[in-house]
């Protein structure tokens, strides 16, 4: 814990060596489970324990939250949206110590953990004013002397299971929304990065505590998947959002479709960019790289396959050779590095795998891997970015692999570009560099992208929060974030008033005695 300050850093977060992992607002439960250690793939070093949630602890946690759903939902959605406005306040206070924790629990560069807790902020900012406008339509009857409306009400306890790589984010992206909606949170965040968990219940717990919010608004649960599964069998949890794997999602979708509950679900990507002979290449070369090599390649949207056209094919991939000679890799706390480390030596074996199979597949790898070793990669997390040439059909194409391997295709036409960006099971985002007004709009309509996001001269990575985020296929299907996702921490309701003397019935249908 050498590392640029970290230690100050911990104690501001209130981190300390062991921690309890189950919280219910401001208070903290006994530890009681298995101890889970957190080590810091930046330089492999122990960052801190926490203790995992129990099966009684857990059950704890849910009455305690259905105890504060009572309460929560009966003050006024605008009081709502101020706690929400001041928890904003706080992580603006924090931002810089939050998102070096960030950047060195998870292994992203320090900036990219500044921007994942503006993310915070925004969704923040986002929800205040969503707290004023839960509206739902007014419709004509059919009957006279009728009206009718509809209306969205709080839901209950929303269990929230996020995945490493956005190990603050995404819990925000969900619980101000679910906040303002009226309903309690219940979080099980990734046993990789459970000390980002407690630096945020210690940032909120204040803003709770000088607001009177119920104790169990806000709640963690730490542990493994067997935690996870608590939440997604449990019909006291009417809505389940999962991030992570797509094998993780399919699990949680079966568990909770089982008992016909909600989720939503944002899961893998395969991500492309379709480059055009029509684009400008100095942005097409720089949406790339980032795509690609940005958190390592451990992004949903990380930028997985470049679909280029033949006649710009040999000056992209030359051109993308040269610029990956230039990334520097090393510790993400050093702003000088592009490159951090991947998030342990699992995600390490599972890159060196990809890179046996693109070999054995007859791919072409033009920028060679490798891990990297000596001093400043004790964690021996580093590896170093790579660059392949294969085609769509290749099985290792079609999976998606958390790490930085970029793989190179050759297209002749549009319809055959658009083609291969979709022939994967994935549809989360998706891109086109043109300037050919033509090619972007075809790209954009119902004939192009299956994505949730589409981009046109921009990259596949890079959300903001005022879009909702999430994508089709087997990504899932579910949106998180902005626009109108905050209909699904609500529940629907239609509304119809007879304000007349008599009862007609719709659709003209008589029943006379």
């Given at each position: 814990m050498k590392n640029h300050g970290i230690q100050e850093t911990l104690k501001t977060l209130g981190i300390r060596e062991i921690n309890e992992g189950t919280s219910t607002g401001t208070t903290w439960l006994p530890g009681k489970g298995e101890l889970i250690e957190s080590f810091s793939p930046v330089d492999g070093d122990l960052i801190g324990k926490v203790y995992s949630t129990t099966g009684d602890q857990y059950d704890e946690v849910i009455q305690k939250s259905s105890e504060a759903f009572r309460a929560w939902r009966k003050v006024p959605a605008p009081r709502r949206g101020e706690v929400v406005r001041q928890i904003g306040e706080e992580l603006r206070a924090y931002k810089e110590p939050l998102g070096k924790l960030v950047s060195y629990e998870m292994g992203k560069s320090y900036q990219e953990g500044l921007g994942e807790v503006q993310e915070m902020i925004d969704i923040c900012d986002f929800a205040v004013g969503l707290s004023r406008q839960l509206h739902g339509l007014t419709m004509h009857s059919e009957r006279p002397?009728?009206?009718?409306?509809?209306?969205?009400?709080?839901?209950?306890?929303?269990?929230?299971?996020?995945?490493?790589?956005?190990?603050?984010?995404?819990?925000?992206?969900?619980?101000?929304?679910?906040?303002?909606?009226?309903?309690?949170?219940?979080?099980?965040?990734?046993?990789?990065?459970?000390?980002?968990?407690?630096?945020?219940?210690?940032?909120?717990?204040?803003?709770?505590?000088?607001?009177?919010?119920?104790?169990?608004?806000?709640?963690?649960?730490?542990?493994?998947?067997?935690?996870?599964?608590?939440?997604?069998?449990?019909?006291?949890?009417?809505?389940?959002?999962?991030?992570?794997?797509?094998?993780?999602?399919?699990?949680?979708?079966?568990?909770?479709?089982?008992?016909?509950?909600?989720?939503?679900?944002?899961?893998?990507?395969?991500?492309?960019?379709?480059?055009?002979?029509?684009?400008?290449?100095?942005?097409?070369?720089?949406?790339?790289?980032?795509?690609?090599?940005?958190?390592?390649?451990?992004?949903?949207?990380?930028?997985?396959?470049?679909?280029?056209?033949?006649?710009?094919?040999?000056?992209?991939?030359?051109?993308?050779?040269?610029?990956?000679?230039?990334?520097k890799i090393g510790n993400p706390l050093d702003e000088a590095n592009h490159v951090g480390p991947l998030i342990d030596k699992d995600a390490v074996k599972m890159y060196q795998t990809a890179l046996k199979k693109i070999q054995e597949q007859e791919g072409n790898i033009i920028v060679e891997g490798g891990i990297l070793t000596g001093q400043g990669y004790e964690s021996e997390c580093y590896v170093k970015p790579v660059i392949a040439e294969g085609n769509n059909a290749m099985e290792i194409i079609q999976e998606e692999t958390f790490a930085p391997i970029l793989y190179l295709i050759r297209y002749t036409d549009i319809d055959e570009a658009i083609e291969i960006q979709n022939g994967v099971v994935q549809g989360l985002s998706s891109a086109i560099m043109t300037m050919n007004i033509r090619e972007a709009e075809r790209f954009l309509s119902h004939l192009g992208s299956d994505c949730g996001i589409a981009n046109v001269n921009i990259g596949t990575s890079g959300a903001e929060i005022g879009g909702a985020f999430g994508g089709e296929k087997e990504t899932g299907g579910g949106r998180e974030s902005g626009s109108d996702a905050w209909k699904v921490y609500m529940r629907r309701q239609t509304n119809t008033i007879n304000y007349g003397t008599e009862l007609p019935l719709a659709q003209g249908i008589r029943f006379d005695l």
């Open positions: 002397s009728h009206r009718m409306y509809e209306q969205y009400h709080p839901l209950g306890i929303v269990g929230i299971i996020s995945a490493f790589n956005f190990p603050v984010a995404v819990w925000s992206w969900n619980t101000m929304l679910a906040w303002v909606c009226g309903d309690v949170c219940v979080w099980k965040p990734s046993e990789k990065t459970p000390l980002c968990s407690i630096a945020c219940q210690h940032i909120i717990s204040e803003v709770f505590r000088k607001n009177d919010v119920p104790e169990g608004v806000s709640c963690i649960v730490n542990g493994d998947y067997t935690v996870g599964e608590l939440i997604s069998n449990d019909k006291r949890v009417p809505l389940v959002s999962a991030t992570g794997s797509i094998r993780m999602g399919k699990k949680v979708g079966a568990a909770v479709g089982a008992r016909l509950g909600k989720s939503l679900l944002e899961l893998g990507g395969n991500n492309a960019i379709i480059i055009s002979e029509h684009a400008d290449l100095d942005v097409a070369i720089m949406g790339a790289l980032f795509g690609a090599v940005g958190t390592c390649g451990q992004r949903c949207t990380s930028t997985r396959r470049l679909i280029i056209h033949e006649s710009v094919y040999e000056e992209i991939r030359d051109k993308l050779i040269s610029a990956y000679q230039q990334l």
